[in-house]
């Protein structure tokens, strides 16, 4: 419910359309997923926030080195 919380709060400042989460919460599957999007619908009361997908991140544990090879292969 915190995170639930925490995302609809997010979303309701910047207005965002999709939360991604990463790591190794990520990788929980419908553990944590499942009863996050059923809290969400507490948390999410204005019309564009109750719109908001989450999903977890497509690169998993790996987000991170490839941003920092990113930014690296940038400079």
Same mark, same amino acid.
């Given at each position: @419910?915190?995170?639930?919380?925490?995302?609809?709060? !997010?979303? #309701?400042?910047?207005?965002? /359309?999709?939360?991604?989460?990463?790591?190794?919460?990520?990788?929980?599957? /419908?553990?944590? %997923?499942?009863?996050?999007?059923?809290?969400? !619908? /507490?948390?999410? !009361?204005?019309? %564009?926030? @109750?719109?908001?997908?989450?999903?977890?991140? @497509?690169?998993? #544990? /790996?987000?991170?080195?490839?941003?920092?090879?990113?930014?690296?292969?940038?400079?």
């Amino acid at each position: @419910q915190a995170l639930a919380a925490g995302i609809a709060a !997010t979303a #309701t400042l910047v207005e965002i /359309d999709i939360a991604v989460v990463g790591g190794g919460v990520g990788k929980a599957g /419908d553990v944590l %997923f499942a009863p996050l999007r059923k809290a969400l !619908t /507490d948390y999410a !009361t204005l019309s %564009f926030v @109750q719109r908001l997908v989450v999903v977890p991140a @497509q690169m998993g #544990t /790996d987000a991170g080195l490839v941003g920092a090879a990113a930014a690296a292969l940038s400079r």
